[in-house]
């Protein structure tokens, strides 16, 4: 399969762990997108990478959140100190310069 | 407050028939316009775009109308089939941003009935 790839698929953490989501983009893409979705609906821009570097982050990203994409290949999402209101699916998307945007499946995250 | 709204949750259409999905935007300075068809399980799948120089677009049964005095456009699907059944999410940007700081709305249902 090469599409983007998100693990784990889902997530149950208690309020105030730390958790962490990995996403692998499609190989030649060097543009990178975190979305996070909460039910009913759609999906919010979080932070966007090129190759390495992080050039935007919504004002959504607060301080508990922090994205890295090493070496512009894999990228991490963590969220330290969770909150219920973290509970989403957090999304993934990859692109070249000039296409549009491939989405993963994403990461459902349950807070309890 | 929504930037980009969508205002039937849900829509349900005989197979063979017209599809059209509506989508209204608040913000003037949103000059990009795509659709994103979600299944189940699945992430968001691209299906069609519009930049604001244009009116119309189309690819195959899908065509994208844009009408930007009233910051309005839909997608209209034709024919219809039972495998278009998903949630498409309409989203704007400003410029051709590729997939960032995408405005998404909420998305509607469209269930195509055999």
């Known amino acids: 399969d090469t599409g983007v790839s998100q693990n784990p698929r889902h997530k149950i953490t208690k309020r105030g762990q730390n958790v962490t989501f990995r996403c692998d983009p499609i190989s030649e893409h060097n543009r990178l997108y975190w979305y996070r979705q909460t039910l009913g609906q759609g999906p919010e821009f979080l932070t966007y990478f090129q190759n390495e570097a992080q050039l935007e982050k919504s004002r959504l990203l607060s301080d508990r959140f922090s994205a890295e994409r090493p070496k512009g290949s894999f990228s991490t999402l963590e969220i330290q100190r969770t909150e219920q209101g973290d509970s989403a699916m957090y999304l993934c998307?990859?692109?070249?310069?000039?296409?549009?945007?491939?989405f993963g499946q994403g990461t459902r995250l349950t807070v309890v | 407050d929504q930037q980009v709204k969508q205002n039937s949750p849900s829509l349900s259409v005989q197979e063979g028939r017209i599809s059209i999905l509506n989508c209204d935007y608040t913000n003037s300075m949103f000059d990009y316009f795509l659709w994103y068809k979600k299944y189940p399980a699945e992430g968001p799948t691209f299906l069609i775009s519009?930049?604001?120089?244009?009116d119309k677009n189309e690819d195959g049964r899908f065509t994208v109308f844009l009408n930007k005095s009233a910051k309005h456009l839909s997608l209209h699907i034709v024919p219809s089939q039972p495998g278009d059944s998903a949630v498409y999410f309409c989203a704007a940007s400003v410029g051709r941003n590729y997939g960032q700081n995408f405005v998404f709305g909420p998305g509607t249902r469209l269930s195509v009935l055999p």
């Open positions: 519009i930049s604001s120089i244009k």
């Open positions: 998307a990859s692109s070249t310069w000039d296409s549009e945007a491939f």
